[in-house]
C-alpha cells in the first residue's frame, strides 16, 4: 500500500513539472517560456494585416522546442480549416533589433545583414527583421502543416513572433516576383496585437 501512494505521488509530482515547463508565462505585453527539449505550443491569433482569414484557432496552433545541445529551433506549423488549397508562407519576425547579420542560421533575413526595419501594424511601431521558413499547403478541407528543424543558432536571446502570411513568394525569388499581397500576415503569433513576442534564448 505504501508502495502506491508512494508511485501515485511520483506521478502526481512529473505532472506538475511536467506542466510548469511546458506553460508560457504572460509578462506584460511578451510571453516567455523555457527553452527546452519539452515542446511549447502556441495558438494563432487573426493579423496582423489581414483578420477575416478563415481559420478554427481552436485547433490551429504552433508547436516549437530548443535543443540546447545542439542549439536548434524544432517549429511545426498547424492549420486547420484555413482557405482550401492556398499556400500560407510561414516563419518569424525578429522583434525589437536594431541590426542582424545576412542570415539565422540557415535562411536568410529578408533584407540581408544591416538595420531592422521599423513598421507600423495595429498602432504598434516595432523594429524587425523577417526570416522565412517554408510554406503550409492546405487540403481541400483547409488543413495542412510544415515542419522544420532551424540551426545551429548563434547563442542569444530572441524576441519574435510567428507569422503566417497570405500566400508565397514574399522575400523569396520565384518565377513570378514578388506579390506585395502575398506579404501580408494572415496570422500571427502569439498575438493579438503585433508586437507582442514569444522569447526564445538559445544558450
Known sequence: ??????????????????????QMFAQGDVWTATASMLPTVQKWTPGWDNFREPLDFIHSNITWSVSPASRTLAVTFRLVGARPNKLYQVGVH???????????????????????????RQGVTDTVAAVEFGVV?????????????VGPIPSGRYDLEFHAR????????????????????????????FGTQTTITIS
Open 166 to 193: 497570405n500566400g508565397a513568394e514574399c522575400n523569396l525569388a520565384s518565377g513570378r516576383g514578388s506579390d506585395p499581397s502575398h506579404c501580408n500576415a494572415d496570422f500571427q503569433s502569439p498575438g493579438p496585437t
Open 94 to 120: 525578429i522583434m525589437d533589433c536594431s541590426r542582424v547579420p545576412a542570415t539565422y542560421s540557415q535562411f536568410p533575413f529578408g533584407g540581408g545583414a544591416g538595420r531592422c526595419t521599423p513598421i507600423i
Open 1 to 22: 500500500m505504501y508502495l502506491l501512494i508512494i508511485a501515485s505521488l511520483t506521478l502526481a509530482l512529473f505532472s506538475i513539472i511536467l506542466a510548469v515547463n511546458t
Open 137 to 149: 499547403t492546405t487540403d481541400v478541407h483547409g488543413n495542412g502543416s510544415f515542419s522544420i528543424i
